[in-house]
């Protein structure tokens, strides 16, 4: 197991670093990526451009930030 998914002092890897909403993230549920809506939903590029990098890393946002609206 990685350093990574063993930290859990981060703030919630569920909710959405923008607005704080749940991000429905797969990987933070323990599912496979692959099953993650944002595998079949593109993300607004700006919308990850107002992360800051390590978050960009660390977390998802919600479909409503990554403006997301079809299929959820
Ligand atoms: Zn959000």
Do not use: H, Y
């Not at 990526?33 to 946002?61: K, N, Y």
């Amino acid at each position: 197991m990685s350093d990574l998914q063993k930290n859990s002092s981060r703030p919630s890897a569920e909710r959405c670093p923008l607005c704080a909403a749940a991000n429905r993230c797969a990987i933070a549920a323990g599912e496979p990526a692959e099953s993650c809506w944002c595998f079949s939903s593109p993300v607004s590029r700006e919308a990850l451009g107002r992360l800051p990098g390590e978050e960009r890393m660390a977390r998802c946002i919600c479909p409503d930030c990554a403006g997301v609206t079809e299929g959820l």
